[in-house]
Structure formats: C-alpha cells, structure tokens
C-alpha cells in the first residue's frame, strides 16, 4: 500500500516518513543532473540565486529521453545519485528536503540528511517508461544548454517511489541487507 505525499515537502510530512515506505507522489518536483548540480554550486560560490526555490523540494535525478509524439516526456529512469553526492550536502543546508535516484549515497549526504531533514527515495531502475507516465507536466527552467541535463520542473500525479534513507539515517539498503541475511 502506498502512502500518498504532496510535493513541494514540508518537514512534518518528511519526518512521518520511514525507510522502506511505498509512496505515490503528486505535485511539483524538479529534475537535474551532475552538470546542473555543479553549475547551482558554482552560481552560489558566485553570491548568485539559484534558478529555482530549492527550499521544501524534492529533486529528482533524471536526463529524460526526447518525448516521442504525444508523450509529455521520453523515458525518464534514475540516474545513480552518488554522482550528486559532492553537491548534496549544500543543497540540503538551503532547504532541499527531498531527492529521487537510484543507488547507495555516502556518508556526508546522509548526515546533512539527518541534519537537516531531509529523504532519499528510490525511483525503480529499469522501469523509466512505466515512469514517465507519472509525468503529466514538463517545462525547462534552467541550463536549457545542457539538453536533457537540464534543470526540468514536473508536475508528477502518482510518482512510485520507495523511502531509502528517511530523515532519522535509516537505509533500507542496509537494514534490507541484514533482515535478508539473518534470513
């Protein structure tokens, strides 16, 4: 059974969460890549403004596929979230309390996690078409030279997605791993 979310997230609804929980997300999520992370971490080592609000969102690590006729948007898969990793932490510290992706992240980004509270969901690797039809809006909002690593806003209805490590540490890669050993 899924838990229904709203996106933006506000920090009661990201506490509530636990590692392991099936959602369905609806609402506005943005996607980005590591060339659209690097270049948000470099407007801010520039006193710039980020092109978007980045408090209370969730960020998905996406470079769609181009939409075919009638499509919204191309396949739109996970892109491994520890090459996110080095541009997380300062993220988290604005106000970001969501991320989507595929993948182990490491130890900084889950303490800036804890720290700020904040929540990892897996999207499922392999199932980018099934995906994007849970993607009902798309508009390029930034570093529209970067092509699919551009910064995208989506209006998602129904987003799958499973709560990795929730805002407390807990990894379900980790306790999944143990609960299967002891078997």
Excluded: W
């Excluded at 636990?18 to 369905?24: E, F, L, R």
């Excluded at 943005?30 to 980020?50: F, S, T, V």
């Excluded at 570093?143 to 699919?148: A, N």
């Amino acid at each position: 059974m899924s838990i229904y979310i709203n996106a933006p997230l506000n920090e009661a609804a990201v506490k509530e969460l636990k590692s392991g929980d099936v959602v369905s997300i609806t609402g506005t999520i943005y996607a980005a890549r590591d060339a659209a992370h690097k270049r948000m971490i470099e407007m801010l080592q520039e006193g710039k403004e980020l092109p978007f609000d980045i408090k209370n969102q969730i960020v998905y690590y996406l470079g769609p596929c181009p939409a075919k006729e009638g499509q919204v948007i191309g396949s739109a898969g996970p892109t491994s979230s520890y090459r996110m990793d080095a541009y997380t932490p300062k993220l988290l510290e604005l106000g970001m309390k969501g991320m989507i992706g595929k993948g182990m992240r490491g130890p900084a980004v889950v303490e800036a996690m804890k720290k700020y509270s904040a929540v990892y969901f897996a999207a499922v690797g392999g199932a980018a078409a099934l995906i994007s039809k849970s993607i009902v809006g798309e508009e390029v909002v930034a570093f529209e030279d970067l092509g699919t690593e551009a910064i995208r806003k989506l209006e998602v209805k129904d987003f799958p997605a499973v709560v990795i490590i929730d805002c407390y540490g807990n990894n379900l890669y980790e306790t999944g791993r143990a609960e299967y050993k002891r078997g």
